[in-house]
């Protein structure tokens, strides 16, 4: 599976940020997905995961109540819809899959990671 992220960008706080990832293989539809970030000089945080079936979702705390994290099995996308956004929001976010149907919030339980896009909040 290849993942690739798209989306990021520069946005005033307070705007809004769509995110997408692509993925390629026949097999994504029994893939779990996830969205992570990665501040400067933080560790990668987990910021939202989807079931294969889009059915269950979950969120970070920081990001729960302002963003939608949604899938299309039949174009083989994941999207991260996040509004509100701060200056705390600016991060590298990367997509991954897991090779089992359910949500996860580790980082460990992914298997495959696309490269990341810069998403950069201004104040």
């Known amino acids: 599976v290849q993942l690739q992220a798209s989306g990021g960008g520069v946005v005033q706080a307070g705007g809004s940020l769509r995110l997408s990832c692509a993925a390629s293989?026949?097999?994504?539809?029994?893939?779990?997905m996830g969205w992570f970030r990665q501040a400067p000089g933080k560790e990668r945080e987990f910021v939202a995961t989807i079931s294969w079936g889009g059915g269950s979702t979950a969120y970070a705390d920081s990001v729960k109540d302002r963003s939608t994290i949604t899938r299309d099995n039949t174009k083989k996308t994941v999207r991260l819809q996040m509004n509100s956004l701060t200056p705390e929001d600016t991060a590298v976010y990367y997509c991954?899959?897991?090779?089992?149907?359910?949500?996860?919030?580790?980082?460990?339980?992914?298997?495959?990671w696309g490269p990341g896009t810069l998403v950069t909040v201004s104040s």
């Open positions: 991954a899959a897991r090779i089992v149907v359910t949500t996860a919030r580790r980082a460990d339980d992914y298997v495959y």
């Open positions: 293989g026949r097999t994504f539809s029994s893939y779990a």
